[in-house]
């Protein structure tokens, strides 16, 4: 029954390549219209089970006291070789731009309050900034030595803003606001010798999702071209790249699949991209290598690709189900990450098949019949010029 089906399949695929590839292509251009709403999670506590008390307590403290989200700035001595760099965070030139800093970050949208040291130095000395460092030291006096402790470090080189925010998880927002942040301290004066650094989990949230985009591109690529070179070097002749159309088209396939159902980009599935590759890849090289061995027996490029279809597809099916099988063994998982690297590789891996088996004979029927006899003519015109 199901060789039969196959044939069909085969038939169909090596006697009308082009409505194969067509269709193959309409469905490529609808999948790639829902990769754009592909959504990253960087938020922790979005990678862990949702019933957990402790998550369903972020969430009630976020809503009820305006977010537990916070952006800390480290106004910090560096070294410099200016002659009138500051040497005492306490300086205050320092002290009169941390207020600054202070002020315009109440401006940018999604901070709900902002507090720093300078706030209490300046209501101590009547609501002005000190204009020494002797008179901070003079009002410091006065502060609890538990409470001079959190203000500043023991050798007064950092004092630190905290940014109170209420964007939750939120990526857009969360990368919103930290490219704001960002501005705000690019444009504050500090004295040479100081340098303001933002941090806390909204910096470190929008940190992790520019890594995720440049391990993902940087691994999806090298694994492409990795696998494109073995592919040429195992069957001499660089139309075998033909074999790894399938893994582009279900690159994309599985980018829509993703964008359509709502699953996110997170630190698990920024790996899905490579792992179909390698996994998907054999049934390629499996098939490249039997349509191969059809076309050294005499077969034309159409009997190659049905009898290659028939009895290799049979073991490509095979094989996708028991890989998808174990790949969706990760949806039982406790953390979310987990069981969505399972959904999602799965998906990619039963795409691959279908592909390999439907569209990658009408590729090689195709490049046979067509493109290695204009190969051929265009080698014989160079060579006779």
Request: proline share 5%; glycine share 6%.
């Amino acid at each position: 029954m199901l060789k039969e089906i196959l044939s069909k399949v085969g038939e169909f695929s090596a006697k009308k390549p082009m409505v194969v590839i067509g269709i193959v292509i309409l469905l490529t251009i609808f999948a790639a219209t829902f990769i754009p709403n592909i959504k990253k999670q960087t938020s922790y506590e979005k990678m862990l089970p949702q019933d957990l008390p402790e998550v369903q307590e972020v969430y009630e403290v976020r809503d009820e006291f305006g977010g537990t989200d916070i952006v800390t700035i480290a106004v910090k001595v560096v070294p410099s070789d200016s002659s009138d760099k500051v040497t005492d965070i306490r300086d205050p030139r320092v002290l009169r731009a941390v207020k600054m800093l202070e002020d315009n970050l109440k401006t940018v949208d999604g901070i709900t309050s902002v507090s720093s040291p300078v706030d209490v130095l300046i209501e101590m000395n009547g609501g002005t900034v000190p204009q020494s460092i002797d008179r901070v030291k003079e009002l410091m006096r006065y502060i609890p030595e538990s409470q001079r402790e959190r203000m500043f470090n023991k050798d007064y080189s950092v004092m630190v803003i905290t940014a109170f925010t209420d964007v939750g998880a939120d990526e857009k927002k969360c990368d919103a606001l930290y490219n704001a942040v960002k501005e705000r301290i690019e444009e504050t004066p500090f004295p040479a010798g100081v340098e303001a650094v933002p941090t806390g989990s909204i910096p470190m949230s929008a940190i992790v999702g520019r890594l995720m985009d440049e391990s993902q591109a940087v691994t999806t690529t090298v694994a492409f071209l990795a696998i494109m070179l073995i592919i040429v070097l195992h069957f001499k002749k660089i139309t075998s790249v033909a074999l790894l159309s399938p893994l582009i088209f279900t690159l994309i396939w599985t980018g829509g699949f993703m964008g359509l159902f709502g699953l996110p980009l997170d630190m698990a599935t920024t790996s899905v991209g490579s792992l179909i590759l390698g996994l998907g890849i054999d049934y390629g090289i499996y098939f490249g290598s039997r349509y191969k061995e059809e076309r050294e027996k005499g077969k034309s490029p159409e009997e190659a690709a049905i009898t290659t279809v028939t009895y290799a597809g049979s073991s490509v099916l095979a094989s996708a189900a028991t890989t998808a099988a174990g790949l969706l063994s990760l949806t039982i998982a406790p953390l979310p990450a987990m069981a969505n690297l399972g959904k999602v590789c799965a998906v990619g891996i039963a795409f691959c098949c279908i592909l390999t088996v439907v569209f990658l004979p009408a590729v090689l029927v195709l490049e046979d019949k067509y493109l290695l006899p204009m190969m051929a003519r265009l080698k014989r015109r160079l060579m006779g010029q």
